[in-house]
């Protein structure tokens, strides 16, 4: 499928029509970001890798239940989608303590949580994605109280799911971010969104811890394309 006019172009991906109204092209490029874009680089074949990885686990989580945008992979780097009106709640689940928890609340990262954490953020890199809550969302008209609690079920779906099928894999799913978005070709339906991919998780070796996300790029731990490489095999397999 041809693409046609460019609808967006973020950190990471760009998004372009169709002869479809109501599908997307997803792009996915090399370029990286973290902190909010403040630091910058190129992780070289990542577009190719998470396309791949996210093709693979939109459809695992799809055929498991969940509803997903993902309608096909059609090239190395490029996705075919259902457009979306994208809800801006950033939906961070959390397992193992990473990251702005461990940081927010003064502890040292890897302890298992007793219980998974949800937590809301708002889409928003020029005010850092700051932390939110379900009655700001509710407030803003981000969205509304049974939208939110249709993502947060979805999202412990997704958890489950993507725990077991990474579990199996010796891998510890840390945390990750989803997106969701209303299809108006459906509705208004509530499907996830975006990617799932080692830019939007945290996926720690089990035993060793060792990182393969991109945790490897934020801190400078080198073999950074290994990491995304090693992630795509064991998807893929
Ligand atoms: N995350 C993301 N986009 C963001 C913020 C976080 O995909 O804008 C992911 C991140 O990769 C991690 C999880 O969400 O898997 C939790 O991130 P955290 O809040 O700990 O923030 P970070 O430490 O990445 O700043």
Redesign the pocket.
Same mark, same amino acid.
């Given at each position: 499928m041809e693409h046609g006019k460019q609808v967006y172009e973020g950190k990471a991906k760009i998004i372009y029509e169709t002869d479809n109204p109501d599908y997307y092209i997803q792009f996915f490029k090399d370029d990286a970001s973290?902190?909010?874009a403040k630091k910058l680089g190129t992780i070289e074949s990542k577009g190719v890798f998470n396309n791949s990885i996210s093709s693979r686990l939109l459809q695992e989580v799809e055929r498991q239940g969940v509803p997903t945008h993902f309608v096909e992979k059609l090239s190395e780097r490029e996705m075919l989608v259902k457009k979306l009106d994208i809800i801006l709640v950033?939906v961070?689940l !959390?397992n193992i303590i %990473? =990251?702005?928890? %461990?940081?927010r609340m003064g502890v040292e990262e890897g302890a298992r949580l007793p219980n998974t954490i949800v &937590?809301l953020?708002l889409?928003n #890199?020029e005010l850092d $994605?700051p932390l939110i809550n379900e009655d700001t969302a509710v407030a803003f008209g981000l969205a509304t109280r049974e939208e939110l609690a249709q993502m947060r079920e979805y999202a412990f779906k997704v958890n489950d799911i993507l725990t077991s099928f990474f579990s199996e894999r010796n891998i510890d799913l840390? $945390?990750?971010?989803l997106e969701f978005g209303r299809c108006a070709a459906e509705g208004g339906k509530l499907l996830l969104g975006d990617e799932i991919t080692p &830019? =939007?998780? !945290?996926f720690w070796e089990k035993g060793t811890g060792r990182k393969l $996300?991109? #945790?490897r790029f !934020?801190r400078d731990l080198g073999q950074v394309e290994d990491a995304y490489a090693e992630v795509e095999k064991l998807v893929i397999e």
């Open positions: 973290a902190f909010n950033e961070v !959390r %990473a =990251g702005s928890l %461990a940081k &937590d953020h889409k #890199d $994605d840390v $945390d990750f971010k &830019d =939007g998780c !945290r $996300d991109k #945790d !934020r």
